[in-house]
């Protein structure tokens, strides 16, 4: 079993108001830097067989707060995957959202995001962005597996609507209720990955410890769900 730790960037001057996209140099604010710092702290003691991030620059800035905390004995290297990018938006690109939300597009992708296409040349489908960044999931997941062993965790900087869409996948959901799922800047994600199906150990955490990340060596055998909830 292999165990994947998603982080979503720390927060940027745009983040909340505007749809950064792929808009280029688009950094983390104080208040991001101080986010990126916390959840490295946070993780310094899970041990990591890689680290791989979104090209943009708020991941990047992310997980290198992470690979840099203090304490935090391991691989530095930040691996970067296009597949863990950011939507492509195209012509929404760098837009309010308060001004895109008077869009007709808006109530579809609220309601029927695997219909969506965003607008113009640069524009991706919503069900092309969830296809790449699970891609990049199994492989990523096979590498470390075959590289680590597969008791190992490796961790991916990514962006809300990335996570949300791998969780969705994660989860068995349609990507149509991704939106029900809330991945806040900052957040940990956790999804433990086995031969028979995924489990989601933690979802949007902000917070907590770190006590069971990763499976116990006395775990159930792989795949197998813990009759009764486990204690």
Known sequence: MTTLLLVRHGLTELTGPVLAGWTPGVSLDDR???QARAVGERLASVPLAA???SPLDRCLQTAEAIVSAPGRDGPREIHRDERFGEVRYGDWT???LKELAGEPLWKVVQAHPSAVTFPGPEGEAMAAAQHRAVAAVRDWNARIAAEAGPGAAYLVCSHGDIIKAIVADALGL???QF???HVEPASLTVIRYTELRPFVIRLNDTGGGTDGLLPPPDAAPEGDAAVG???
């Open 32 to 34: 991001g830097r101080a």
């Open 51 to 53: 680290v791989v991030s």
């Open 94 to 96: 760098g837009r309010p």
């Open 174 to 176: 349609h990507l149509d």
């Open 179 to 181: 939106q029900r799922i």
């Open 229 to 231: 909830g486990g204690a």
